[in-house]
C-alpha cells in the first residue's frame, strides 16, 4: 500500500503572539512545527504500512524551511518526503494549496501509484479544514473527514472502514481504495520514535520540486490563484458581562426561569 | 543491528559541536547526540564567547555565527551598599574586526554551530537522552538512550554533556559535585530598545560593554554578578556558589532581585521588559575538580571535565579548546586504530599544557581560598569603597589626613591580618 500524508509546517498557535496593532500574527514570536494533526496523520500511516506493507510518503508545501517538518515525519517513520517549494506559491489560499498538492501527488504517483492520501483534519494556523478535501476532490476520489479511528481494512475488496466523529457522535463508514481520510488527534498516539528512525532522520535530505519539476498552471498558483479576500482579521472580543447565580437549586432554577422569560422575552413573540 | 560509528558525542553544546566540527572535517563518522529540542534549547551562558577558540574551528565564523555585539570595554565594579570601586578598560580597535569577544545567546549559538559539525557531515540527533554508556570488559563502546532500540556503538565516546555529567558519574571518573564546587547562576533577560543601550553604556552601534560586579551583588557571598549588552537587550544576573547559598540560605532568584534593584544598576536596566529567565550550574572547583579525563574508549571535555575559570568567566572556550583537543586526539587513535587509555590519554597531556590546563593550574586555589575566608567579599570590597569614598571626597581635610585616615581603616581590622590575608591572595592569583 502506498500511502501519501500532506504535512504543514506551522507556527506553534499555543505560543503565538498577535500583533495589537495589525491584528495579524506575530510569526517570529513562535517557532515553527508540524502541524499537530498531520503527527498523527503520519503515525497512522505508518502503523497501517507496518501492518500491511508498502510505504509512506510525505509531501508538503511552504518555504524551504519546511524541510524540517519532512525529517520530523521520517522520525515518525515515513519513508521519503518531498518539499514543493517555490515562488510561485507564496500567498496560496486553500484552492491554490490544495491545486499545487494535488499535482504533487500527482507525479508522486506516476512513479508508483498511490492507494491512501492522509490529512490532518485542519492545521492549527489556517484552521479552515479545506485543503484535504479540496485535494480529493481535484483527484476526484472519495473523502473520509474527520476520522478518529480506523476500523480495518480490507485487502481483498481493497475497502477501509473508518470511523467518523461528528458533533453528536460517531459515523462508521467505508469507502474503497484509493481515497483521502483527514484525521483527528485521538486517531493514535505518537509512538516515541526508535532511535534508528532519528539516525535515519538526521541523515535523510528531503527532495524539493519547484514549479519547474511538477507540472502547472501557473495561473491557479499564488496570489493569482487564490480567489479568498481577506476582509479583516480582528481578535475574538473578550467576553465580558454574566452573572454568578447562587442559592439552593429551586432558587437558582426559578432566578434563570424569570431572567429568561421576563428579561429576554421568551416565548414572548405576539400570538405564541 | 544497531550501527557503529568513529564517534558519538554525548551532548551538542560548545564542547561536543566543537568536537564533531573536528571530527566530521577529517572525515570521520560521527554522531552528536543531545537531549535538547534542538542545541542550546536550555543551554545558558552570559554570554561572552571569546574570538580566539572558534576561530580556530571555523575561521571564517565572523561572516556568519549568530553574535549579539563585540565588546569594546570590559568593567569592573566592586560594590557596595551605596557605592562601587569601579575601573576598567575600553579598546575601541576591538570595534573592529577580528574583534576580541562578543555577547552571544546560547540558544541561537549553539544550534548554528552545531549545524556547521552538520554541514561538514555529522549526524546530529535532537530530544534524545544519554542514560549510560554501554560498557564491556572494560572499555566503552557505546552508549544507551532512553529511545526505543537505542543502544549505538562507536570505537569512541566523547562525553560532552555539561557541568553534571552523569555519564562521568557512571564511569566512576568523578563523585557527586561538593557544593562548594558549582555555583548557581541565574540571569534575566531584559529588553530595551538599542538606542537606550548606546546611551547608558557609552556605546556607538554595534559595539558591546561588559561589568563584572563584585561584592554587593552577591551579598557578601563568593560569586559575581554580571551585566553585559546584546543588540536589543541586556543579560544580567548572579551565580554564588551553591555551598554559600545553602549556608546563608538565600534564594537564587531573590538575589538576583536585589542585585537589580541596587541604586548602581536599577537606572541601566529602567523601562526594560523582563523576556527570558534562566538559571544553571558552573564548576567552580577548578584544577582540583578536574575528574579522571580518559578512559579505554572514553575522553570528557567540557564543562563535564570541570574546565572553567571562574576568575576570568571563561568556560566556553576552554569547552572548545577541549573539544577539539580531544578531536584531534581521536583522529590520531583512528590512525593507530587503537583506543585504549593509553592513547587517549594523549589528550590529557595536551589539554594540560595547554592554556586550559596551565590558566586553571595557576588559579588552582582562588576559589577554595576565598570559600574559606569570607572576608575577600564581606569586609575588603566595603572597605574599598570606604577608603576610595573617603579620599574622593573634597571636605577640607588634607590628603595626608585622609590617607591617615584609610590606614586607620586597615588597622581597625587589624594591619597583620590584612598582610597576610594580601599575601594569600596575591599567592592565589599569581
Ligand atoms: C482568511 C485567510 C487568508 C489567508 N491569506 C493568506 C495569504 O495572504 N498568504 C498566505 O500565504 N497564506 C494565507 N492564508 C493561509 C493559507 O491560505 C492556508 O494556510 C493554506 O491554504 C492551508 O489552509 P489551512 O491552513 O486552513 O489548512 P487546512 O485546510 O486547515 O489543513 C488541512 C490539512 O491539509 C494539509 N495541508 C494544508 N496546507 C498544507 C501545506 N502547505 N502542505 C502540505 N499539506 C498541507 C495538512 O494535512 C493539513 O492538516 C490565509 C488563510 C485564511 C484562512
Ligand atoms: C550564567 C552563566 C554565565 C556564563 N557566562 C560565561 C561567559 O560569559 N563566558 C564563557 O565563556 N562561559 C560562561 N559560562 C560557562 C559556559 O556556559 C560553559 O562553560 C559552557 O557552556 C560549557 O560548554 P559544554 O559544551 O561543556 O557544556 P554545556 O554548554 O552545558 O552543554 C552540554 C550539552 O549536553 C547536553 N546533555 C547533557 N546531558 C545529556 C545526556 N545525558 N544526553 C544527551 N545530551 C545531554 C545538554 O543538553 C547540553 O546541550 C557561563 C555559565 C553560566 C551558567
Not at chain 2, 34 to 39: K, M
Not at chain 2, 141 to 154: C, E, F, H, L, S
Not at chain 2, 241 to 254: A, F, G, I, W, Y
Request: aromatic residues 6%; proline residues 5%.
Amino acid at each position: 500500500m502506498h500511502i501519501v500524508v500532506c504535512v504543514k509546517q506551522v507556527p506553534d498557535t499555543s505560543v503565538v503572539k498577535l500583533d495589537p496593532v495589525t491584528n495579524t500574527l506575530d510569526r517570529s514570536s513562535a517557532p515553527s512545527i508540524i502541524n499537530p494533526y498531520d503527527a498523527h496523520a503520519v503515525e497512522e500511516a505508518v502503523r497501517l504500512k507496518k501492518k500491511y506493507g508498502g510505504k509512506v510518503t510525505i509531501v508538503s508545501m511552504g518555504p524551504p524551511m519546511a524541510t524540517a517538518v519532512i525529517k520530523k515525519s521520517i522520525e515518525l517513520g515515513a519513508d521519503e518526503g518531498v518539499l514543493i517549494s517555490d515562488r510561485a506559491f507564496a500567498g496560496s489560499d486553500t484552492l491554490a494549496t490544495s491545486y499545487a498538492l494535488t499535482q504533487a501527488i500527482n507525479k508522486i504517483a506516476e512513479k508508483e501509484p498511490v492507494d491512501l492520501i492522509f490529512a490532518g483534519k485542519q492545521a492549527i494556523d489556517g484552521d479552515t479544514a479545506q485543503v484535504g478535501p479540496g485535494i480529493a476532490r481535484r483527484m476526484n476520489i472519495p473523502v473520509l473527514a474527520q476520522v478518529d479511528k480506523v476500523e480495518s481494512y480490507s485487502q481483498d475488496n481493497n475497502v477501509i472502514r473508518v470511523r467518523r466523529k461528528l458533533e453528536d457522535g460517531h459515523e462508521i463508514v467505508e469507502s474503497k481504495l484509493p481515497c483521502l481520510i483527514t484525521v483527528e488527534k485521538e486517531i493514535n498516539e505518537l509512538t516515541y520514535s526508535p532511535l534508528t528512525n532519528m539516525i535515519k532522520a538526521a541523515r535523510y535530505e528531503p527532495v524539493i520540486w519547484t514549479t519547474n519539476d511538477i507540472e502547472v498552471d501557473r495561473s491557479q498558483l499564488g496570489l493569482k490563484g487564490s480567489p479568498t479576500v481577506v476582509g479583516k482579521i480582528f481578535a475574538p472580543p473578550k467576553q465580558s458581562g454574566g452573572e454568578k447565580i447562587e442559592g439552593t437549586a429551586q432558587e437558582v432554577v426559578d432566578i434563570v426561569m424569570d431572567k429568561l422569560i421576563n428579561v429576554h422575552g421568551l416565548f414572548a413573540k405576539e400570538g405564541v | 543491528m544497531a550501527e557503529k560509528f568513529d564517534v558519538i558525542i554525548v551532548g551538542a553544546g560548545p564542547a561536543g559541536s566543537a568536537a564533531a566540527n573536528v571530527l566530521a572535517k577529517a572525515g570521520l563518522k560521527v554522531i552528536m547526540i543531545e537531549r535538547g529540542e534542538y542545541p542550546g534549547a536550555k543551554n545558558v551562558m552570559g554570554g561572552v564567547l571569546y574570538r580566539h577558540q572558534l576561530q580556530e574551528i571555523i575561521p571564517d565564523f565572523l561572516d556568519e555565527a549568530p553574535l549579539q555585539r563585540p565588546i569594546v570595554e570590559q568593567r569592573f565594579w566592586m560594590l557596595d551598599e551605596n557605592s562601587a570601586f569601579q575601573f576598567g578598560h575600553k579598546d575601541l580597535s576591538w570595534a573592529k574586526p577580528p574583534h576580541n569577544n562578543f555577547t552571544v545567546f546560547r540558544a541561537q549559538f549553539d544550534q548554528w554551530f552545531a549545524k556547521k559539525a552538520v554541514e561538514q557531515g555529522a549526524l546530529l540527533v535532537n530530544e534524545t537522552v544519554v542514560t549510560e554508556a554501554i560498557v564491556e570488559d572494560g572499555r566503552v563502546i557505546g552508549v544507551r538512550t532512553d529511545r526505543p532500540d537505542g543502544d549505538i556503538y562507536a570505537d569512541i565516546v566523547i562525553l560532552a554533556d555539561g557541568v553534571n555529567s552523569l555519564l562521568a558519574k557512571q564511569l566512576g571518573f568523578h563523585k557527586e559535585l561538593k557544593t562548594s564546587e558549582v555555583a548557581l547562576a541565574t540571569m534575566q533577560v531584559i529588553n530595551l530598545p538599542a538606542e537606550k543601550i548606546e546611551d547608558r553604556f557609552n556605546l556607538e552601534p554595534n559595539q558591546g560593554a561588559t561589568i563584572e560586579v563584585f561584592g554587593d551583588s552577591t551579598k557578601g557571598m563568593v560569586g559575581t554578578g554580571f551585566i553585559y549588552t546584546n543588540k536589543d537587550s541586556i543579560s544580567i544576573g548572579t551565580g554564588t556558589l551553591l555551598s554559600d547559598l545553602v549556608k546563608n540560605n538565600v534564594r537564587p532568584h531573590e538575589l538576583l532581585e536585589t542585585f537589580k534593584q541596587h541604586p548602581m544598576v536599577r537606572k541601566l536596566i529602567e523601562g526594560g521588559e523582563p523576556k527570558e529567565y534562566l538559571a544553571h550550574l558552573i564548576p567552580e572547583g577548578g584544577y582540583h575538580s578536574i575528574p579522571k579525563l580518559v578512559g579505554h574508549g572514553v575522553m570528557v571535555v567540557g564543562d563535564a571535565a570541570q574546565l572553567v575559570n571562574g576568575i576570568h568567566r571563561e568556560g566556553s572556550n576552554l569547552a572548545m579548546a577541549s573539544g577539539k583537543l580531544a578531536a584531534e586526539t581521536a583522529i590520531m587513535a583512528k590512525e593507530v586504530n587503537d583506543f585504549s587509555e593509553n592513547v587517549l590519554d594523549t589528550y590529557r597531556i595536551k589539554l594540560m599544557e595547554s592554556f586550559v590546563g596551565q590558566d586553571l593550574k595557576k588559579y588552582k586555589d582562588a576559589t577554595h581560598m576565598m570559600a574559606k575566608q569570607p572576608q575577600y567579599f564581606n569586609e575588603y570590597l566595603p572597605l574599598l569603597n570606604r577608603a576610595a569614598s573617603e579620599m574622593f571626597t573634597v571636605d577640607g581635610t588634607s590628603k595626608w589626613d585622609k590617607q591617615k585616615k584609610i590606614i586607620g581603616m586597615v588597622q581597625e581590622r587589624g594591619m597583620f591580618k590584612t598582610a597576610i590575608d594580601l599575601y594569600r591572595m596575591w599567592k592565589v592569583m599569581k
